[in-house]
């Protein structure tokens, strides 16, 4: 890789951008990478961005823990006995919910990246999973359902969620989309199936992340490390709003404009690799 330009700088900032927003939107980062690494190409090697777009979500992983710090820390003082024992419930569910995705992560990690990160398989997934979405919110839409905290969210439940997040692996699914279609297929609402989703991220993220880094090296050169703590600080940043947003929003409408983005954006990609290939 050559000197770190003004102009790299800039696309780092901005691919770091697209991570913070579109890893906790349900509208899937991999759909936006996969275009902003056609338009943003940066200046390096193939291995380092195959390691860079998975290592920087850990900016977005610590967002969650910087924002739910409390909720999820079982040894906070502030806490009364319940509280702490409420905490550890909720990471077992969280650990329960991660085997499915963890486990088929680990093994098919590298069939994945060969077989699936293709332009057709993230477009078919964005329209997909977006029908899906309209069609479970206008099932959902006057029912009263029964997961209404995340207390009231059971060992079995967290599995099924969790099983639902192995679709995840399947770029252009988006991990938080999976994992809220799943939880609220099974009754969860909204803001349960949405924190749910940004909890169960915090292993299977950091763990993807510590994979990705292992299998490339931790030999990295001046340039390298600034693109990665530029990538990193950005998403982090970008998370805060995000989280902050999505919470926001879904208190008062339901998921089905993002439906609507993600088949948009899907028929974009094909549209795009189907010239470029034309063109070609």
Known sequence: MGDLTFFELLKVVVIGIIQGITEWL????????ILAEELLKLNVSDEFMEMFRVVIQFGSILAVVVLYFRKLNPFALSK?????????????????????????????????????????????????????????????KNRSLPTKTLSELTYKKSLAIGAFQMLSLIPG?????????????????????????????????????????VKFGFDFTSTELIVMAVGVVTAFVVSIAAIKFLMDYIRKRDFSVFGWYRIVLGIIVLIWFAVRTFDA
């Open 26 to 33: 349900p509208i899937s980062s991999t759909g936006h990478m």
């Open 173 to 213: 699914t988006s991990r938080s989309g999976s994992t809220i279609i799943g939880a609220s297929i099974l009754g969860c609402e909204r803001p349960v199936a949405a924190e749910f989703s940004f909890f169960m991220a915090i292993p299977v993220m950091l763990g993807a992340s510590l994979l990705k880094l």
């Open 80 to 140: 009364s006995k319940a509280e702490k024992r409420d905490t550890w419930t909720l990471w077992f569910k969280v650990l329960v919910g991660i085997i499915p995705a963890g486990v088929v992560g680990v093994l098919l990690d590298d069939w994945l990246d060969e077989h699936l990160y293709n332009y057709v398989t993230v477009a078919a997934a964005l329209i997909v999973y977006g029908i899906l979405f309209i069609v479970i919110e206008k099932r959902n």
